[in-house]
């Protein structure tokens, strides 16, 4: 798996933008952006993916740069309940599935 | 969406006991579950993969005649955590692949080990 590089922490305004950087620049062609956030005592949950192309869905975005060695998460309108550690991994497509390599995470801390 | 639940959530024993947990898809059948541990303050780390109908695959580091792991249906993994020691106290947590081929993986809610 490549490796990820993310800040250990990082502080955020309730109703502004959350933007969570991840390095991943060993990352080969196959190999997909995946982020999960764990929510304190509670198992991780996925939160969305990409390859190359930028993803939205309902809980986030993600901007991978063009040469795919980083990438950003974006919560674009942060609440007191998205305080969690945040995960970026990156991780072959598999349809069996793959366990994940969890590295350190960013915790990210939504105040008032 | 799929759902993946742990049982207990909490759980306190004497050393030198054996504790069992449970992961359990809800939705979804899972021929292959995943069991990790988590110390405070720290990451999750990989302890076994759990495969149905065969044999547990242990991380380096993990021993596996200490963390007895049975995959015995599609939807069901158990660990049992053997002669549990206070350094065994610790959050498990299960997880089983969507299945949908993104590698999306769904979490149980995990359980909470204090061995005394």
């Known amino acids: 798996d490549a490796k990820t590089t993310q800040p250990p922490s990082m502080d955020c305004a309730e109703g502004r933008a959350a933007n969570l950087p991840c390095n991943h620049s060993t990352i080969s062609g196959n190999e997909y952006v995946y982020w999960y956030r764990q929510i304190h005592s509670q198992g991780p949950q996925y939160i969305i993916h990409?390859?190359?192309n930028n993803e939205t869905n309902e809980m986030a975005s993600l901007i991978i740069t063009e040469d795919r060695k980083s990438s950003t998460l974006i919560l674009p309108h942060a609440t007191l309940r998205d305080t969690a550690v945040y995960y970026c991994i990156v991780r072959v497509r598999s349809n069996s599935g793959y366990a994940l390599n969890f590295g350190k995470g960013t915790s990210l801390l939504v105040t008032p | 969406g799929a759902v993946v639940s742990q049982h207990p959530s909490r759980v306190i024993c004497k050393s030198g006991t054996s504790v069992k947990i449970e992961c359990r898809s809800l939705?979804?059948?899972?021929?292959?579950m995943f069991w990790y541990r988590q110390f405070p303050k720290q990451s999750l780390m990989l302890m076994a993969t759990?495969?149905?109908?065969?044999?547990?695959?242990?991380e380096q580091g993990v021993e596996k005649d200490k963390f007895l792991i049975n995959h015995a249906s599609l939807t069901l993994s158990t660990l049992t955590v053997t002669s549990a020691h206070p350094e065994d106290s610790s959050f498990y947590i299960c997880?089983?692949?969507?299945?949908?081929?993104?590698?999306?993986?769904?979490f149980g809610p995990g359980t909470r080990l204090t061995v005394l």
């Open positions: 939705d979804f059948q899972a021929t292959t």
């Open positions: 759990s495969n149905e109908g065969s044999k547990a695959t242990y």
């Open positions: 990409g390859l190359k």
């Open positions: 997880s089983a692949p969507s299945g949908r081929g993104v590698n999306e993986q769904f």
